[in-house]
């Protein structure tokens, strides 16, 4: 069985890096990126099983993203999870976020990455299964 793909983009290295080390433990294929029209780039050239998504970016933000993503056939069906500090201190769940955006998964910076690799988990077994 070949590993998942997952694309982690974010402008802060850190974060990637953090994510991307947590998630090859766990034998997934992991790439990164930095902004938003590298995530475009990258969903085009090969789609990933989840696409991890901060919202605060340079070129094309994380939102933008989204749209591009959702209002195209071919790339709809791909699992999105956002990964911002944007929200924080906002009066809406991450769940809100969730839904008004139509993503699989919301998560509030700071985050504990084992929760993210429990959720990615979650997110590709569920679609797994349909």
Do not use: C
């Amino acid at each position: 069985m070949t590993s998942k793909l997952i694309y982690i983009v974010d402008d802060e290295k850190e974060v990637s890096e953090l994510l991307r080390l947590a998630l090859e433990t766990r034998n997934y294929n992991v790439k990164t990126g930095s902004d938003g029209e590298q995530a475009m780039t990258m969903v085009k050239q090969k789609k990933p099983d989840l696409l991890i998504l901060d919202f605060k970016m340079p070129k094309m933000n994380g939102y933008e993203v989204v749209n591009a993503l959702k209002s195209d056939k071919e790339y709809s069906d791909i699992p999105i999870m956002v990964l911002t500090i944007i929200t924080q201190g906002s009066n809406r769940t991450d769940e809100d976020w969730k839904k008004s955006l139509g993503v699989d998964d919301f998560i509030t910076k700071p985050f504990d990455p084992l929760v993210v690799v429990e959720r990615v988990k979650h997110i590709l077994e569920k679609n797994k299964t349909g």
